[in-house]
């Protein structure tokens, strides 16, 4: 009896398991058939992309396709600005833009006024800087300019530490450094015995440095007259032991032939990590160089990036001179002209990203260089765990928006372990009753009620509360999946124990961009916007920032995924932001609490704002918004004052478009 007990319980376990199993199996089969479908479809339109661009009559075309092109970008421009209004304002950003480059150019130089008071001002430090320059074949006029924005320097506390590299043909690199080393003492120069790439020779400099803080200054660059009397600032003012500033890249004999104005963010780990955007002119305090190279050689061509990450891993304050204080002059085979004049530098920032990297403890990463540069890095991180997302998704009626949200997620989405939380408020239409019915019938899906007025922080906060996952994914119902691995590229950053929340890329239907980021201040309220707001989606972004993840102040709840222990932890939405700006005050709460956020553009959905609940900017509405603006810069007023730290205070906070201000 007993027996036959045994062989029932162990017939019953081997039914439980296979059931499992084919269960898994579904799941398994779904999944290589969406990724299938996706392949196939992939392989088929570039047949056909090559089968038409190998045709006679594509090659016929040609004068009517550039006429179209033409009408097609008159097109864009006009719905990327709005109408002929937002074309104008475009046409008034380039001049601002035109003023600025001479603005930050030699006009910013200090005057003889200035100079004297910055040259007698008496710091309560007593810093030697160390300026390295590794020299190799330096054009004369290259060297004679790097040397004399060095002497000129309203700070005098220096030395220029000169290690010459460069080859019997020029030889006048050492007698014009020779000349001007019986000029100024404060110059050092070595003859090296061979070229040592620019690693070792920039070595060779940092064993001739005496100095307390080491810059680093390439051998065709310029200096402002002022960075380092701005560097003494910082380390007085803020106990600074790493610090860089904004820079510009010039072509020609002349800084004020600027091509581009790099206007940096503060530290922001997240861009470094994508993107070597701190670069010029770095200055450091050489202890934190104790036990380790300056360069190291494996890394040649990314040698500073390299260095970046290693250095700004262990200093203490990291800060940003906000001002152009450095000029990298863009020249036939220069970085600054062509990344491709440099190719190897590729492959040594993809070695140096994945070095620090594995420092920081990650493994199983992958890098890769995104559409906007070469150096401009998609990092893909692996996934720790297969935790379960709730997402919830408040709705009142709007049956339509509800059904193209969820099918999207059901049929788009590969990740697999997620529930779907519908939080019903206040619906009156019969259909979105009959589709709650469907619903019900999905394990994976739950439909709550909550009864009281329209208030998104109560209702997110309700939802929440019934949520068994341990993520939250808030999610309006106005969205619809685009990327199917849009989980996992918001997952990967939020189960880092260094980050809060994390959004998604959002574009309106016509295919400009609703979210790549929140900025504080930004506005007409001074509150909160939107970078890149309603640009084209293909746009690359100010300097190539639509195109990799990034820290952000904030991020909106219209696609945001946190922790739920975190989201418990901050108490959730402030239900004083009924509608209005609760995710931006949400995010800030996570940001006090020492944690990074992040926007990636690599999820991305489209959200069709606005489709739930109308214009925040007419009647009650405006009323209403206009009040939570109100208590928003009561609360943050401190944050508000200091500035976003990701969005550089010379851009206009009148624009999202990173309009410089004059």
């Known amino acids: 009896m007993e027996q036959q007990k045994n062989i029932e319980r162990e017939s019953e376990e081997l039914e439980y398991y296979r059931e499992a199993y084919e269960e898994e199996k579904k799941k398994t089969q779904v999944l ?10 992939e392989r088929r339109l570039l047949e056909e992309i090559n089968r038409i661009k190998g045709s006679k009559f594509w090659k016929l075309s040609k004068p009517a396709r550039v006429c179209i092109h033409f009408l097609i970008r008159t097109r864009d421009r006009v719905r990327r600005y709005g109408n002929v209004k937002g074309i104008l304002r475009k046409l008034k950003s380039k001049s601002i833009e035109k003023r600025a480059k001479l603005q930050h150019g030699t006009a910013s130089f200090p005057n003889a006024q200035r100079r004297k008071a910055e040259e007698e001002t008496k710091f309560s430090k007593d810093i030697k800087f160390s300026i390295l320059v590794p020299l190799y074949n330096t054009p004369e006029k290259f060297l004679r300019d790097v040397i004399d924005s060095v002497r000129k320097q309203t700070y005098g506390n220096w030395e220029l ?9 020029h030889a006048y690199v050492g007698e014009i450094c020779q000349s001007y080393r019986e000029k100024d003492k404060r110059i050092c120069y070595k003859k090296l015995e061979k070229n040592e790439g620019i690693s070792g020779n920039t070595n060779r400099c940092y064993e001739m440095a005496t100095g307390d803080y080491i810059g680093l200054f390439d051998h065709d660059d310029i200096l402002h007259p002022s960075v380092l009397f701005e560097y003494m600032k910082a380390i007085c003012e803020k106990d600074a032991d790493y610090i860089y500033c904004d820079e510009a890249t010039f072509q020609g004999n002349s800084i004020d032939d600027m091509i581009t104005l790099h206007f940096k963010p503060d530290f922001a780990i997240d861009n470094l990590r994508a993107n070597n955007y701190i670069c010029h002119f770095s200055v450091f305090d050489r202890k934190l160089l104790e036990g380790m190279e300056l360069f190291r050689t494996q890394f040649d061509g990314s040698q500073d990036h390299d260095m970046i990450l290693r250095l700004t891993k262990r200093a203490k304050n990291v800060v940003h001179v906000p001002k152009l204080l450095y000029y990298w002059r863009s020249h036939k085979g220069s970085v600054a002209a062509d990344i491709s004049a440099k190719s190897y530098a590729i492959d040594a920032a993809k070695g140096a990203i994945g070095a620090h990297l594995t420092d920081c403890g990650m493994d199983s990463f992958e890098i890769t260089s995104t559409r906007a540069c070469e150096t401009i890095f998609r990092i893909k991180y692996r996934l720790l765990s297969n935790p379960k997302i709730s997402i919830l998704i408040p709705n009142r009626n709007h049956v339509t928006d509800l059904k193209r949200c969820i099918s999207s997620i059901r049929e788009k989405s590969t990740y697999e372990n997620y529930e779907i939380i519908v939080i019903e408020n206040n619906s009156t239409e019969p259909e979105i009753f009959e589709y709650y019915e469907e619903l019900k019938k999905n394990s994976k899906v739950k439909v709550v009620v909550y009864e009281g007025e329209f208030n998104y922080s109560k209702v997110n906060n309700f939802g929440a509360s019934k949520a068994d996952g ?23 950053y939020g189960q880092r124990e260094d980050v809060g929340a994390v959004g998604a890329k959002l574009y309106y239907e016509n295919d400009t961009i609703q979210h790549a980021g929140i900025v504080i ?34 991020v909106t709840g219209a696609c945001l995924l946190v922790k739920k222990a975190l989201f418990d932890e901050v108490g959730g939405l402030d239900e004083e ?3 209005a700006l609760n995710d931006v005050d949400f995010c800030l709460k996570l940001r006090k609490k020492g944690l990074l956020n992040i926007f990636t553009p690599f999820a991305e959905l489209y959200h069709y704002e606005s489709a739930s609940r109308g214009s925040d900017m007419s009647g009650e509405n405006a009323k209403r918004y206009d009040e939570e603006a109100e208590r928003f810069r009561n609360r943050w007023k401190e944050e508000l004052q200091k500035g976003d730290p990701y969005y550089n205070p010379n851009f206009s906070l009148d624009h999202s478009d990173y309009t410089l201000k004059m």
Not at 161 to 169: F, T
């Open 32 to 41: 290589s058939g969406k990724l299938a479908a996706a392949v196939e479809e």
């Open 161 to 169: 530490c000169l290690a010459d590299g460069s080859d019997a043909e």
């Open 470 to 492: 341990d993520y939250l994914l808030l999610l309006n119902n106005d969205t619809e999946v685009i990327t199917i691995n849009w989980m996992e590229e918001l997952l990967m």
């Open 521 to 554: 201040g930004l506005g007409a309220h001074r509150t909160a916007g939107h970078t890149h707001y309603m640009i084209d989606k293909s746009n690359f972004g100010y300097m190539g920032r639509l195109c990799y993840a990034q820290n952000a102040s904030a």
């Open 577 to 579: 932001f009924a509608v």
